[in-house]
């Protein structure tokens, strides 16, 4: 038998469209960590007299390389604080939905009886319904802080963890390691975060790396609608909102932000499917 | 001696999901099995697929409740032990050892954690290498993953981790099938070192009649659920065994150019099914001998010979002449 594979032979080279999608991600988490530093929202004064200027290379000026948008904002300065916003919300919220999800659904596959179904029950209601009406009831009722908006934003998509991470684990219980770590002693913690969850990790990060945008989105949508990020706050999703209107006079106002979501939601696209099948032992050499 | 793992009155009955949501089937898989075992000894556990050979097997390691009756381990019931507990007494062999590793671990990290969870982290390194040298593998496979060894390194491997508990049970359920016969042979090696050193009871299920025989003092012989035998390995098949034994082994494949072919006792028809099993002896549908009474009463166990326990209504308990078996042996 070739079982005799050797672990030596480094590791296979990372593709360039994954190198080019960590770079743009990583110029996103520095632009958002540093924001404070390079923006503040002094820069965000309004000045009338140079409103709807074009971004450099469309016949605008140094002073504001992206332009400014109606009321003669700087453009770039609003890009910076937007991106803090949007990712902080974004991440905090796909954690937060991560994390709820994962947990309910392994304690379903544990618990079995009332409690498991319980939590699927949850998640069907969960899966049909609209839930940026949901959304919209709960921020109408209980008020728009950015705290709880994070957590609405973070409600979203709990069901997708919960019902793979209930699967794999009644999966993994059946047969195999975790039957294992039980005959030898070992309990459902152990077996659930040391055995069972860095194996279902890998579809985990997947399913977050589809979420991500999505979420991101969704606090975009919301904040277009007028029920997230509150002015004088800005976010990407505020910004695309604004520039809705002057989308034939002023293009810049509505694609820059555009563009910055819609490489966000592609990098993290293209990481997550790479990190996928790095994830998978039986693929490492 | 007391026994070491005493089973009475087992019984297994699944409820199965059918058509009918208010009456649900009920599916037999062990019936009201008794067994002794002793510290040290080997019981062979035979039958065809879907006997309940199995489901015996994870009974008695706790993977199941039982329906009906006990199994108690060095005089405790299982069902009242601690995980930890149980595992110190009784470790399952099973057939996929690959699938028992999680592929993310490595093999020194595995074979550490029965040491972490019983709280031995202690000289835990050195208890690993004396496990890896137990079952004569390398040092240096510590370092590697599941899928960097071969499935007889890995069925050692599971058998290293396995013992680490210092279990005195070992219920090995078809744990060399997966195996080829050179590697076969290694690991039976290394079981029966393993037994002559720990003094390890064993549980040996298997369809391999052979590897039974070569492993096994004692042999029981299931059928629909039921023990119908249960003797000295030497003993099952001879002239006073149970119909379905002798059926069984006449049906086992023998290469032995110098033997003619002879006459084998072999079944008509199929294993009726353990859903609705005929009403009496388990066997009776198929038996070349039944009588009357097989149809109607469950045989009572009949002591055949030393040791030696056969469930029919015509078998002679020892000491009589001319048992009525005997017509079946074509003397």
Known sequence: ?285 | MPPLLDVTGLSKVFRLRGPNPFHRRRLTAVAAVDLVLAPGETLGVVGESGCGKSTLGRLIVGDLAPSAGTVRLARRPVSAMTRKERARLVQPIVQDPRATLDPRWRIGALLAEPLVIHGQRNGSADRVREALASVRLPPDIADRLPHQISGGQAQRLAIARALLPEPRLLVCDEALSALDAAVQADIVHLLRRVQAERDTAMLFISHDLDLVRHLSHRVAVMYLGRIVEIGPVDRIGTRQSHPYTRALIGAAPRIDPHRRRTKRATLEGETPSPIDPPPGCAFQTRCPLAIDRCRIQVPPPVRVGPGQIVHCHLAEPAGRDHPPLHRLAGD
């Open chain 1, 1 to 285: 038998m070739s079982a005799e594979t050797s672990s030596g032979d480094g590791r296979a080279s990372v593709p360039w469209l994954v190198v080019l999608a960590c770079a743009y991600l990583g110029l996103l988490a520095l632009v958002a960590a540093l924001a404070g530093a390079i923006a503040t929202p002094d820069d965000l004064t309004s000045d009338l007299r140079s409103r709807l200027l074009p971004p450099l290379g469309f016949g605008g000026t140094w002073a504001h390389p992206l332009g400014t948008d109606e009321l003669g904002r700087d453009m770039l300065a609003r890009v910076i604080l937007s991106v803090r916003t949007s990712l902080f919300v974004a991440l905090v919220g796909t954690i937060i939905g991560a994390v709820l999800g994962t947990t309910l659904g392994m304690v379903a596959a544990w618990s079995g009886g009332f409690v498991d179904d319980a939590v699927m029950m949850l998640v069907d209601v969960q899966a049909s319904l609209p839930f940026i009406i949901l959304a919209l009831a709960a921020i109408a009722l209980m008020g728009s802080g950015l705290g709880l908006f994070i957590v609405v934003v973070g409600l979203f998509g709990w069901e997708r963890y919960a019902r793979i991470a209930r699967g794999m684990t009644l999966a993994a219980r059946e047969d195999g390691y975790a039957a294992a770590t039980a005959h030898l002693g070992g309990g459902p913690w152990r077996i659930s975060v040391q055995h069972i969850l860095p194996n279902i990790l890998g579809t985990l990060v997947v399913t977050l790396t589809i979420n991500f945008p999505e979420t991101m989105l969704l606090e975009t949508s919301l904040s277009f609608l007028g029920l997230g990020i509150q002015p004088p706050n800005t976010s990407l999703g505020t910004m695309l909102g604004d520039g809705r209107t002057y989308l034939l006079t002023a293009w810049w106002i509505a694609v820059v932000p555009g563009v910055i979501i819609s490489l966000a939601a592609l990098s993290t696209s293209l990481l997550g499917d790479w990190l996928r099948d790095r994830l998978d032992p039986n693929l490492r050499r």
